[in-house]
């Protein structure tokens, strides 16, 4: 699961709380507003994927929050989370292009797949970066040893370094793409093996 930028918007401060514990467990980063009438100043000051929006709140309802949302940003995804489901809350927030419509309490599993589906439907990379670098340097590793090659010899045969061939190798340093074509060719491999399942 990528790391995602979650704002939260509920009146009641233990829903935030625990949201904002669980989500952060999960990796994504968490913002919580309480009054409903600063969301919107929340939202333009930083750049959200999600917004968990409560329905029922004092001052603003959800629905009409979920109007200023759409004025302000029609691609963020936006969650509602309510302990009062009804026909008409459900069929203002498909309107409004909501991501989902989750009845409190709440599963955390349902939770978990739906920010997962949201996370997917973006295009946002579902792998951490260094997992990437991981499987990179596993790939080189293997193929180097598959050809009995020692980092000695490869770093002769790709003109970089036995030191940055080690850091590759261990994930301790992104290869440039000049760097992992060098490898691919003494390698004797097309360049995209080198990313393994990614």
Do not use: W
Request: proline share 3%; net charge negative; glycine share 4%.
């Amino acid at each position: 699961m990528s790391q995602l930028s979650i704002l939260v918007v509920d009146d009641d401060k233990d829903v935030c709380e625990y949201l904002e514990d669980f989500l952060s467990q999960e990796g994504h980063t968490v913002a919580c507003v309480n009054d409903p009438t600063q969301a919107i100043d929340a939202l333009k000051s930083s750049d959200y994927h999600v917004v968990v929006l409560d329905l029922m709140m004092p001052k603003l309802s959800g629905i009409d929050l979920l109007g200023e949302i759409r004025k302000v940003d029609t691609d963020v995804a936006v969650i509602i989370l309510t302990g009062y489901p009804s026909i008409e809350t459900a069929t203002k927030s498909i309107e409004h292009e909501v991501s989902a419509y989750i009845k409190k309490p709440f599963l955390i599993e349902e939770f978990r797949a739906v920010l997962d589906r949201i996370a997917k439907k973006k295009g946002l990379v579902l792998r951490k970066e260094d997992e990437l670098h991981k499987a990179i340097g596993t790939k080189i590793r293997e193929l180097r040893k598959e050809r009995g090659l020692t980092l000695k010899q490869l770093s002769r045969r790709t003109g970089l370094s036995v030191s940055l061939l080690s850091q590759i190798e261990r994930a301790e340093s992104s290869a440039s793409v000049s760097s992992l074509f060098k490898v691919a060719t003494a390698l004797d491999v097309p360049m995209t093996e080198l990313f393994g399942d990614f």
